[in-house]
């Protein structure tokens, strides 16, 4: 028996639409699937170290720049609405707790328990001037479509947020 | 009544935190055995019986009262893929 699959991309790196990635993926993984997440563009954010961010963006004036404002981190994403300047989202991090409810890091930590596997894109990480060293160790992969699109062929569930 | 082999509290938990719960509460149970899991989040009358179909666990009853749930789980005595030889230990 072939076991179920699903793939999702993670495309943006706002913390709403990760928490909503990570919820399907845990409870997909709970339930048997394999689950496969690929990380590209603003989604490559949620992977980020939090330290040495600007220090270790590489390769030229223009990434170094792009690095200084482009600010990535588990803990550091902002709300896809009602950012208004970290405090909507702090207002939304505190609801999450008073409601018991795992931050993003815990989710992610949940996943990677339950076996999610993570896919970081190549070709975005070369463009924001990323290092292996700048992502978590949690990566397991570094690839590019074609390793997506091999996963998502033999995927009932293919999802892109 | 059912009488339950474990008991989960999920009380105050959104999904998917029930679900992971139940899947790691279930690692301790041998095949056969039930397991309870109390909630109060709505979803988790629709979710629970979702993931036993997904995954082959027999779902038992589920209980309400005053906006909490019971709900009784039965782990798979069929085996197969994954878990199968240390459940085949167990189960023998």
Same mark, same amino acid.
């Given at each position: 028996m072939t076991k179920d699959k699903m793939t999702l991309i993670l495309f943006s790196g706002d913390l709403d639409k990760a928490l909503a990635g990570f919820n399907l993926a845990t409870a997909a993984a709970s339930m048997g699937m394999e689950v496969v997440i690929f990380y590209t563009f603003w989604g490559l954010n949620i992977l980020r +170290? %939090? +330290?040495n961010q600007t220090r270790s963006a590489s390769g030229g004036l223009k990434r170094k720049l792009f690095g200084m404002i482009n600010k990535g981190g588990v803990n550091k994403l902002p709300l896809s609405r009602f950012h208004l300047a970290g405090l909507g989202t702090k207002m939304m991090k505190q609801l999450m707790k008073e409601m018991k409810f795992p931050s993003l890091y815990e989710l992610m930590k949940l996943a990677k328990s339950l076996g999610v596997k993570f896919v970081a894109c190549t070709t975005t990480m070369g463009m924001m001037g *990323?290092? +292996? @060293? @700048? *992502?978590?160790? %949690?990566?397991d992969e570094y690839a590019g479509a074609a390793t997506y699109l091999a996963n998502a062929q033999e995927s009932k569930i293919n999802l892109f947020l | 009544m059912i009488k339950a082999d474990a008991e989960l509290d999920c009380l105050g938990l959104y999904c998917p935190m029930p679900i992971a719960k139940t899947v790691e509460k279930m690692k301790e149970l041998k095949p056969g055995e039930i397991l309870a899991i109390l909630a109060d989040d709505e979803g988790i009358k629709s979710d629970i019986p979702a993931w036993c179909q997904a995954t082959g666990n027999e779902l038992l009853a589920i209980q309400e009262e005053n906006g909490k749930y019971r709900i009784f789980i039965r782990k798979k005595r069929r085996l197969n893929g994954k878990m199968g030889m240390s459940g085949l230990r167990l189960y023998l």
């Open positions: +170290k %939090e +330290k *990323l290092t +292996k @060293d @700048d *992502l978590i160790p %949690e990566v | -």
